[in-house]
């Protein structure tokens, strides 16, 4: 029974910062690479940031610079720490597990200006 459940969304003014957690269940998270997505209302689900198993990263050219992806292998859970804020990062964030054959459920982030 795997599952990723998100937490830490929330309303935040541009600027702001914003930190969110996936808890991962089920035995597999220290073998499965994470990610998070991210969904604005009428668009597509678009990747945000990635980790492997052993620590390494990468980005979307969007948040560059201000969004850290990281993973406690001893607590199963990944974080995202969003900074600097923007209105457009406004949308549902989704945790992934794996190539993306496991997700959770989202998490609201809203920016308002």
């Known amino acids: 029974q795997v599952q990723l459940v998100e937490s830490g969304g929330g309303l935040v003014q541009a600027g702001g910062s914003l930190r969110l957690s996936c808890a991962a269940s089920?035995?597999?998270?220290?073998?499965?690479?994470m990610a998070w997505y991210r969904q604005a209302p009428g668009k597509e689900r678009d990747f945000v940031a990635r980790?492997?198993?052993?620590?390494?990263?990468n980005y979307a050219d969007s948040v560059k610079g201000r969004f850290t992806i990281s993973r406690d292998n001893a607590k199963n859970t990944v974080y995202l720490q969003m900074n600097s804020l923007r209105p457009e990062d406004t949308a549902v964030y989704y945790c992934?597990?794996?190539?993306?054959?496991?997700w959770g459920q989202g998490t609201q982030v809203t920016v308002s200006s």
């Open positions: 992934t597990a794996g190539n993306n054959d496991y």
């Open positions: 980790i492997t198993i052993y620590g390494l990263t």
């Open positions: 089920g035995g597999i998270f220290r073998f499965n690479p």
